[in-house]
């Protein structure tokens, strides 16, 4: 039991867990840089760009990606 208390002072959490609404768009220079050479090798593959990026997920990712290049599609 003891080794429970121990634990679970040692969890972290990642700042955008904690405000998923407002900071669900919020990408990272890294992760968009990483996005768009995803993208530039897989194409709209969401779920295996997501692979890529730890606590993201396809959702997301096409969400940024389609709010940011929308009008690639005109």
């Known amino acids: 039991m003891a080794d429970l208390d121990q634990s679970s002072e040692d969890v972290s959490v990642d700042s955008r867990e904690g405000n998923n609404q407002n900071s669900k768009m919020e990408f990272t220079e890294d992760e968009e ?11 709209d593959r969401w ?28």
């Open 33 to 43: 840089t990483l996005i768009a050479r995803m993208y530039n090798l897989l194409g």
């Open 47 to 74: 779920s295996l760009i997501a692979g890529r990026i730890p606590g993201r997920t396809a959702e997301e990712i096409e969400k940024y990606w389609t709010s940011r290049y929308s009008n690639s599609e005109s």
